[in-house]
């Protein structure tokens, strides 16, 4: 199998390396892909650099999310999923084998079924994004008629949980910082698109609500925010948060949350719980089945490009999911 991994953390300019390396085998419970696509989550990224920790193994081919096609199956694993179109997750935690090469390993959960209305391209955008967005909307029971603030909606969860809460009935408010990001806000399907630069996004979304506010917020950045997140978050309404980079200890108003009931939600999706992790999937496909997701790709790379791909990732300026093509299938 060729593959694009690392065997030191740094500059991915630096440790990448491109080469062929021992086909793996599915083992009991597995089942054996052929990749098409990964794509490259800022996780990665920070993995490979060292952000997270030291490497935990030896060699790293990296990404967790992807898709292609399965090829051949282990024991205890159904035969005629092999042929079957599929999108990974988790491909890359805690494992030293992630999506980022022609062929992978892995439990045959972790492997979804790909609907034929969406590209193997659109495949790779789910795992991460998606899944995390669901959960922040869905943890806390149906959105229907609520009013949600999606922070940071022109980013990669931003644009997936605009798209899911437009679908099960909310209105959307978002933030951005440019004209463009607000354009691609729009077209993901907000219904107010705030530019948290130039307006006071607190004023607005208590003026549009009549000064009820948000029943949920999806928080990219929780303790960046808090301040507003405060002023504009209903009576026993939601952070659900899965993002506090720029203020990663922040001091929380206990008391002040606690007289208006609110909640605090930390959503991490590579531990999601079984069943949330299952009702994501099976909304995920229905969707996909109906072709009622778009899957913004900001750049598309190939596998001897996966450096680039990673820095491009680094610079923070895309809009949509970074991409590399792995083979053709």
């Known amino acids: ?125 789910l795992g991460i994004p998606a899944l995390t967005a669901h959960r922040c909307l869905f943890a806390d029971g149906a959105i229907d008629g609520q009013d949600i603030l999606v922070t940071g909606g022109a980013g990669t969860v931003g644009s997936y949980a605009i798209q899911m809460a437009k679908l099960r009935g909310a209105r959307v408010f978002t933030t951005v910082s440019s004209e463009e990001k607000a ?33 949920r917020i999806v ?19 939601t952070i659900a948060a899965y993002g506090s980079m720029a203020d990663p200890e922040p001091k929380l108003p206990f008391y002040p949350m606690m007289f208006d009931g609110q909640t605090l939600r930390m959503v991490l999706v590579y531990i999601l719980p079984e069943a949330a992790r299952t009702a994501g999937v099976v909304d995920i496909t229905g969707w996909l089945t109906n072709n009622d997701l778009q899957h913004p790709v900001a750049r598309t790379f190939s596998l001897d490009q996966t450096a680039e791909a990673h820095a491009f990732v680094e610079a923070g300026t895309k809009i949509g999911t970074t991409v590399i093509k792995v083979a053709d299938i």
């Open 1 to 125: 199998m060729k593959a694009a991994y690392y065997e030191t953390n740094g500059p991915a300019g630096e440790v990448f390396i491109v080469g062929e390396l021992v086909d793996p085998k599915p083992a009991h419970g597995e089942v054996l892909v052929e990749v098409a696509t990964s794509a490259v989550n800022p996780s990665d990224a920070k993995s490979r650099a060292g952000v997270r920790g030291p490497m935990a193994f030896d060699r790293v081919i990296p990404h967790s999310d992807g898709a292609g096609r399965i090829v051949a199956v282990g024991d205890s694993v159904n035969e005629e999923r092999i042929g079957e179109r599929v999108w990974l997750w988790n491909a890359g935690w805690k494992r030293a084998h992630g999506s980022n090469g022609t062929l992978i390993a892995l439990h045959e959960e972790q492997a979804v079924y790909l609907p034929e209305e969406a590209s193997f391209e659109d495949g790779a955008c």
């Open 219 to 237: 928080e990219v950045e929780f303790g960046g925010n808090l301040a507003t997140s405060r002023k504009v978050l209903a009576q026993n309404g």
């Open 183 to 215: 354009a691609h806000a729009r077209q993901m399907g907000a219904d107010v698109v705030l530019n948290y630069r130039s307006e006071d996004v607190a004023e607005n979304i208590l003026e549009a609500t009549s000064g009820k506010g948000v029943e």
